[in-house]
């Protein structure tokens, strides 16, 4: 199709984790709109390029193979894709602060500011401004102002698209949402703007998953989204610590409780903690909102949240040490999984960072294992790189190791021989089933001492 043809065109800003599969998705089911794809990060760019994407996420290679070339393109000219684009998504990274005002709460918003300048210095023409990215309430006013105030008489118009995928299930989220929610200014430019964002969306998403309100509130529904979710795994986390001291079976209640309609049995299942890039960050964001509007047990009621996971996370290692005779040390434990959650090798705030820097300074030899995540643990875990063993084959993990333990739920990890594993490990041979996904009586069985969370251990012994 000649430039001309195209009826938009569209382009984002960043091509992580969310601008990369949403917009793959917009330009696979509208072929009539150009959508180019713009990141600072030249690597990252080059391997949208290539086979082999930037991130892992089943089916997504299929969506940009269909539209790759055709009208979707990965670019690192930011200036000219600002310069031709009518509609600029802004999907960048909104970390949690680590310095000044409001540091280990408040979002980051550098990396937004940015864009929004740079979009008014190149800008030749109105045009309506997306946010894509996770953002404090009311930035999307601060961005206006600041786009707005340029000597070229050009108008931005805002709307807030908030992002509603979860990772490993990112293609699926995106063609086939629960909803879609498009926020904006409700003056007749503001109403045309986010009619205009519709549009982009009804191409097959049924209008009435298509939800439109106001700006702050579509801003504030993504951080209360977010934290809702959370709130869920806190709570049947914390319902785990108290199901191993009576005796009940936190499976059997989630199921129990999940029944009832008004619950609903999504979310329930406890784990390790929830890890991720976003939870945290957004629920943190929350808390400093409300701190600064003078809602401190708002804010605190939120901040709960958070600090249940990590007694979460803190839990399970005390769990492991105790068992382990109440010394890990020079021990070996395998970590089955690295990844925050299956099926994506994205680690931003796993657990398993936590729990190996824990079992680090009781000076255990931890080695890792992960599908996907390798690449990113060694990383994440770089000033540790000589004392931590990674390797790709869990048999080859588990050999001669006291302790296995199961920190992401991979679907691998549900068929591998544990006959096999038991007669390679040290005795008595430990399992620690971080995400309640193995047969804890066949385990039992085969020798193994089980440790699955929530649910009563089954030991060989008595317990020290
Ligand atoms: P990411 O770190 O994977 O991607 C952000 C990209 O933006 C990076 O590639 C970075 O290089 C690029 N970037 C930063 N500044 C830039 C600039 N000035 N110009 C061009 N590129 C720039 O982050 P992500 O996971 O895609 O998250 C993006 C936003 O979406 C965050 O606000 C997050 O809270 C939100 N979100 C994330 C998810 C998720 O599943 N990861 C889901 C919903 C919402
Ligand atoms: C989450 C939300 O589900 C998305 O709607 C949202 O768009 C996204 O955050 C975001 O804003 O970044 P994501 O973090 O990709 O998506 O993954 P989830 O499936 O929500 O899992 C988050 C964490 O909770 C994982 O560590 C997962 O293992 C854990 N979890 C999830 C549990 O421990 N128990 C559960 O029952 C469900």
């Known amino acids: 199709m000649s430039e001309e043809k195209f009826t938009k065109k569209i382009l984002c800003i960043g091509a992580g984790y969310v601008g990369g599969p949403t917009m793959a998705m917009i330009a696979a089911k509208c072929p009539q709109y150009k959508v180019t794809v713009v990141d600072i990060d030249e690597k990252k760019i080059a391997a949208w390029q290539t086979d082999e994407l930037p991130i892992y996420e089943p089916g997504l290679l299929d969506v940009v193979k269909q539209a790759r070339g055709r009208n979707l393109f990965f670019t690192t000219e930011l200036e000219k894709g600002i310069k031709e684009a009518d509609i600029i998504f802004v999907s960048v990274n909104t970390p949690t602060k680590t310095f000044g005002e409001g540091a280990g ?20 023409s109105d045009k309506i401004v997306v946010e894509k ?26 709307v807030s698209n908030p992002e509603f995928l979860a990772e490993g299930s990112a293609i699926r989220d995106l063609e086939n949402p629960d909803r879609v929610l498009i926020g904006s200014k409700e003056t007749e430019s503001g109403l045309k703007a986010r009619e205009e964002i519709v549009e982009i969306f009804a191409n097959w998403i049924p209008r009435d998953r298509l939800i439109t309100s106001n700006l702050m509130s579509a801003e504030l529904s993504k951080l209360v989204a977010n934290s809702f979710l959370a709130q869920r795994i806190s709570s049947i986390n914390s319902i ?10 936190v499976t059997e ?19 390790v903690g929830f890890g991720g890039s976003c939870f945290k960050k957004d629920i943190l964001n ?9 809602l ?12 249940m996971n990590e007694y979460q996370e803190n839990r399970f290692v005390k769990t492991i040490t105790q068992a382990l005779f109440n010394t890990v040390t020079n021990k070996r434990i395998a970590l089955f999984g690295f990844a925050f959650k299956a099926n994506t090798s994205d680690t931003r705030e796993s657990p398993a960072f ?12 931890v080695v890792i294992t992960d599908p996907k995540a390798l690449a990113n643990a060694k990383r994440d875990l770089a000033g540790y790189n000589d004392a931590i063993e990674y390797v790709e084959d869990p048999y080859e993990a588990a050999d001669k190791s006291h302790a296995v333990a199961i920190i992401t739920e991979w679907d691998l990890y549900k068929t591998l021989d544990y006959e096999r594993i038991y007669k390679q490990m040290e005795k008595p041979a430990f399992i620690f089933d971080g995400r ?7 385990l039992f069985e085969i020798g193994f001492n089980v440790y699955p969370l929530g649910k009563p251990h089954l030991i060989h012994f008595k317990e020290v």
Not at 134 to 141: D, E, N, S, Y
Not at 436 to 442: R, T
Request: charge should be negative.
């Open 240 to 249: 785990s610590a108290l199901c191993e001291i009576v005796d009940a079976d």
């Open 105 to 124: 709460k408040s979002a980051d918003l550098q990396y937004w500011e940015k864009c929004a300048r740079d979009i008014r210095s190149a800008a030749e």
């Open 296 to 307: 401190y047990e708002v804010a605190s009621y939120w901040e709960s949240i958070v600090k």
């Open 133 to 158: 990215s996770t953002l404090p309430v009311k930035t999307a006013i601060a961005m206006e102002r600041i786009l707005n105030e340029n000597d070229k008489g050009l108008h931005f118009e805002i």
């Open 436 to 442: 309640n996904i193995l047969d804890h009586q066949k």
């Open 354 to 365: 936590y729990i190996t820097k824990k079992l680090m300074e009781e000076r255990a030899k």
């Open 286 to 294: 929350l808390v400093y909102l409300c701190e600064t509007l003078g």
């Open 253 to 271: 209640v989630a199921n129990a409780i999940g029944k009832d309609s008004r619950i609903g049995n999504k979310f329930l299942n406890a784990s």
